[in-house]
């Protein structure tokens, strides 16, 4: 099993880079203008709310490590009008992204340059959650969803 290493459920509020909340940095880097909403929640009493026209609005958080386990929840008020990266990890041995894709209405998941599986129709007003396990330590990465 994994050790946790960053959780943020979006109880904490925060949206700012640097910004600190209970034993760790938050976000490395924030694009455009992302919201915490308390009225459209999966379960507590904040959620995060990002409204893109494309991909222009995301946290980022860096983390060094050749295995990324997560899991985030999901909810489209309306669909974005084009290709939107959600979920995405980098390192020298590889690197995979979680994605919506506008011409099949889906989610897929994307494993280098090669692989793609593709995920449910999303259907907006809809809560999606999301589990991965990214794993590039050997000579081959690997993702489950």
């Given amino acids: ?9 979006a109880e904490c509020g925060i949206v700012a880079v640097g910004a600190t909340g209970p034993g760790t940095r938050h976000w490395d880097i924030v694009n455009g203008a ?3 909403s308390t009225t459209t929640v999966r379960n507590g009493l904040r959620a995060y709310q990002i409204n893109p026209t494309a991909s222009t609005i995301n946290l980022r958080k860096t983390i060094a490590t050749t295995r990324l386990v997560g899991r985030v929840a999901i909810r489209f008020a309306s669909l974005p009008s084009g290709d ?6 980098a390192d020298a041995n590889g690197n995979f992204r979680i994605m919506f894709d506008i011409a099949a209405s889906k989610l897929e998941a994307r494993l280098g340059a ?3 599986v593709v995920g449910p129709i999303i259907a907006i007003n ?16 690997t993702l489950d969803w």
Avoid: Q
């Fill in 1 to 9: 099993m994994a050790t946790p290493i960053f959780i943020c459920g």
């Fill in 34 to 36: 992302p919201t915490v």
């Fill in 84 to 89: 939107t990266d959600l979920i995405s990890a």
């Fill in 114 to 116: 090669g692989t793609v």
């Fill in 126 to 141: 809809t809560w999606y959650l999301i589990d991965f396990d990214f794993n590039s330590s050997g000579a081959t990465a």
